[in-house]
């Protein structure tokens, strides 16, 4: 009887072998489902974490502030630094800002020539739902270099992480602009050091390559048709600033806005996508607010067919940086968003306090009605047309700004500390909740 059972196994052992060589997408069906079972895992190297809070967020501002030189607008030798724990906060936050969907998770482990690092994807559906990453990066004292990789259960062979090192080129490359102006910040990093207590990069600080890199990122950011629409708001920026007498200094915002967003209205009555209007609208407002050549948006050759506009100052209750806060803000926040466009601004002005000119509440206003205009013109079809027919009949800007005459300004980081602590304070949210109520009780955003 054994041996019989043994000659039956054997029989099928050898059918189940003649089905699969006679059916070779089997045998490929059957080592894509061991990749998977070797990639793909039940449980997460990281957890998944809630976004990061208001403690959290006040720390990552001062870690930006004492990442950025005094005169960031001069160039000379800098050097970040940050332990373990403050990378791992970084992190968190660059993550979160980012709104992957399905999230992410990473953790970051220093020690002395080497830094480990673990990253997990969450994946829809139940069974094997997680894409966990797992590696070691080390340095040449000034290159980091990918040493090892796993992903799941299966190591990256060695040969392969040669090719998964990125390697920018240092000469310019017509076609990757973006990628010649990152391999020239690259070449300026003139040393890397991975300790146990802290990475110490130094660097070349260069302020003409890093407004370049920002300049090429925005355009990489531009699809084609948002060059089209960019390209027709210019032009309804050039016949305005055309109609202004020759008499005039400024202009004030509003006569700006309203043709924008009655024309951003009439393609949309027409079957344009009115978020996508809004947001090339907003993009070239800031480019001409701001006294940048429209080339950083659509590139040098495009730019050049072009007619250009005749600049002309824009204010905000008289003044042109506000306006400048307003449109800057508000482009930045449809292009990646209302959180990191809010971190820099509160950042931007909590540096202003330790260096400049001083912490300024009237600069946070225009800041936040900046995120409130681009977040209603951009968050679903029926808010983009409705915005567009309010701003479309500005009678002035006191509609959308509230007055700023009454703030305290030029507050130095002593005298903020003094009056609010610091940016996550009970204090300081209430005085930016008190700003946002004004914002949204405004003829424009009312409802909204």
Not at 125 to 138: A, K, V
Request: aromatic fraction near 6%.
């Amino acid at each position: 009887m054994m041996m019989q059972r043994e000659r039956n196994f054997c029989r099928g052992a050898w059918r189940c072998l003649g089905v699969l060589l006679g059916r070779p997408w089997l045998i490929v069906l059957g080592g894509v489902a061991c990749l998977a079972l070797l990639c793909l895992q039940f449980t997460p190297l990281v957890e998944m974490r809630v976004p990061p809070g208001k403690a959290e967020a006040v720390r990552v501002e001062g870690l930006l502030l004492d990442s950025v030189p005094a005169s960031p607008g001069v160039a000379g030798h800098h050097e970040l630094r940050w332990n373990e724990e403050e990378l791992n906060l970084l992190t968190r936050e660059l993550l979160s800002l980012l709104r992957l969907n399905p999230p992410w998770a990473a953790r970051l482990h220093l020690r002395e020539g080497a830094l480990d690092f673990a990253v997990s994807r969450s994946l829809a559906g139940g069974g094997l739902s997680y894409l966990n990453l797992r590696g070691t990066i080390i340095s040449d004292g000034r290159r980091p270099q990918l040493h090892s990789l796993w992903v799941g259960a299966m190591p990256v062979p060695r040969f392969v992480l040669g090719w998964l090192t990125p390697q920018f080129p240092a000469e310019t490359d017509a076609g990757q602009p973006l990628r010649a102006e990152i391999g020239r910040l690259l070449a300026n990093v003139t040393s890397l050091q991975l300790g146990a207590d802290e990475i110490r990069v130094g660097m070349n600080w260069e302020p003409q390559l890093l407004g370049r890199i920002g300049a090429q990122a925005r355009q990489w950011l531009i699809s084609e048709s948002d060059r089209q629409r960019i390209v027709e708001y210019h032009a309804v920026i050039r016949q305005t600033a055309d109609r202004a007498a020759a008499s005039e200094r400024a202009i004030p915002l509003g006569r700006l806005l309203a043709p924008l967003f009655a024309e951003a209205r009439r393609k949309s009555l027409q079957g344009s996508d009115p978020i996508a209007e809004n947001q090339a609208l907003l993009q070239t407002l800031a480019a001409y607010v701001n006294g940048e050549d429209i080339a950083q948006l659509i590139g040098a050759e495009a730019a050049a067919a072009v007619a250009p506009a005749k600049f002309i100052e824009v204010r905000l209750q008289r003044r042109q940086d506000l306006a400048q806060h307003l449109s800057s803000v508000a482009a930045i926040t449809v292009a990646l968003g209302p959180e990191l466009a809010l971190l820099l601004s509160t950042a931007k002005e909590s540096y202003d306090a330790r260096h400049r000119s001083g912490f300024s509440f009237s600069d946070l206003t225009a800041n936040s009605v900046g995120v409130t205009l681009a977040r209603v013109a951009t968050r679903d079809r029926e808010s983009a047309l409705e915005i567009q027919r309010r701003m479309s009949e500005l009678d002035s800007d006191a509609d959308f700004m509230p007055r700023v005459g009454g703030n305290r300004d030029g507050l130095s980081e002593d005298d903020f500390s003094e009056l609010y602590q610091n940016t996550g304070s009970e204090a300081y949210r209430q005085k930016v909740a008190e700003i946002q109520l004004l914002i949204e009780s405004g003829p424009i955003f009312a409802g909204l």
